[in-house]
């Protein structure tokens, strides 16, 4: 029984002979003990961290097939946090305040200052100034009892509430009515008006309108410092969540707005950094700031997240303006001439070699030099020095010119 159990590797048996393997670069895989004394014949299962994988052999090796243990999966990553959005006070939603015609109040007020006159007219209490500006006699004065006190109260308070209450609603602007702390309703109708003089106004420009920063500090995704200028046109869409949901909702749109452009901008460099090397190809697409399009509809979408909950609604976010910060202007614009000026030179390079290299051959193929190495190693040398100070001076006073 023990013969017949494989030994550890690198040992010898009791016997003094070192074993040899059967099979050349054999391997062992570890089998847990319990699963050498099943009852059942199914097939057996073996955890995933100990499945054993089949890895093929290469073609034209001889290679037989290896077993070798699989490498669990990766476990996965979490998803990047987004930016949370402040929450919507469904209590805020804009609805239609209560509102009358004006000419409602106006008919309810002037009634009642018109029975105020006749009761007065009535009980001759009307002073003599008004009586002689009329010009017509009063019947005389016979006094006013409480119930005619009680009538003339009633009448002054129609008459306040009823005139009170009148206002006048002009396009693109609306009411937010408010009672006790409590929201009634928008109005958003236009002419004259009434509505109840114990509710609070509060009136809100609704009107499509635009709105464009000053310069603000950004960084881009290599950390180089930028002055943005961002053009937002944008409306009052909910007018109740504008008003009674942010304290200033023009100054949270400014807060928001810098808050956009500084998050959208650091996710992208400011420029393409210069790419030669070998198996890269210069024309190459990279992104950056400068595909203007594209931030815009990144700037556009993040800011109208953030400006939704408040009853702002943005119709476009673009950076009209986007450029280096004065303490590295300077050297982000030796940078560029640096690269453009690299570029250059190994365009005109390639094309000298080429030109030289098309010089040799025709001027072998004619026979007018001889294939020696040493007599073709200084023809290329002086054609290459020549050819590369005409064309590098031409395109010097080519950039002079222009």
């Known amino acids: 029984m023990n013969s017949t159990m494989s030994e550890p590797e690198g040992t010898v048996p009791s016997d003094g002979q070192r074993r040899s393997p059967v099979i050349a670069g054999e391997t062992t895989t570890e089998i847990p003990v319990h699963l050498l004394f099943r009852d059942d014949n199914g097939p057996l299962k073996l955890p ?42 469904p209590s805020l939603a804009e609805r239609p305040g209560p509102v009358l015609p004006g000419w409602t ?181 990279v992104p950056t700031l400068r595909d203007a399009e594209k931030v815009g509809a990144t700037l556009t979408k993040a800011l109208a997240a953030e400006c939704a909950p408040v009853g702002i609604e943005i119709f476009t976010a673009q950076p009209t303006a986007i450029d280096y910060a004065p303490e590295v202007a300077d050297a982000m614009q030796r940078r560029r001439i640096a690269a453009i000026d690299e570029r250059h030179r190994d365009s005109v390079l390639t094309s000298v070699v080429d030109a030289v290299d098309d010089t040799v051959s025709r001027l072998t193929c004619r026979g007018l030099i001889e294939p020696d190495d040493y007599e073709r190693k200084a023809l290329v040398k002086d054609l290459t020095v020549a050819f590369y100070t005409g064309r590098a001076g031409g395109a010097d006073r080519w950039h002079a010119s222009s």
């Open 48 to 89: 995933p961290d100990l499945r054993p994988a089949v890895v093929p052999r290469r073609q034209g090796t001889g290679e037989q097939p290896r077993i070798g243990r699989s490498t669990p999966p990766p476990a996965p990553q979490p998803p990047a946090p987004e930016a949370s959005v402040p929450p919507v006070d």
């Open 105 to 285: 109040g106006l008919v309810a007020g002037t009634f009642s200052l018109a029975g105020i006159g006749a009761v007065l007219w009535g009980t001759g209490a009307v002073p003599d100034v008004v009586a002689a500006l009329f010009g017509v006699t009063p019947p005389p004065y016979r006094g006013i009892g409480i119930g005619l006190w009680c009538l003339l109260a009633l009448g002054v308070l129609l008459a306040l509430f009823g005139l009170g209450g009148l206002g006048r609603g002009s396009v693109g602007h609306a009411w937010v009515l408010t009672l006790c702390g409590d929201y009634r309703g928008t109005v958003r109708r236009t002419g004259l008006l009434w509505m109840s003089p114990l509710v609070l106004r509060r009136r809100v420009d609704v009107r499509l309108r635009h709105w464009r920063s000053e310069p603000m500090p950004a960084r881009d995704a290599e950390g180089t410092a930028l002055r943005v200028v961002v053009l937002v046109v944008w409306r009052v869409k909910d007018a109740a969540r504008a008003v009674l949901g942010v304290e200033d909702h023009e100054a949270y749109l400014r807060e928001q707005v810098e808050l956009a452009t500084t998050r959208v901008l650091s996710q992208l460099p400011a420029d393409a950094p210069p790419v030669f090397d070998e198996g890269t190809p210069i024309g190459e697409a």
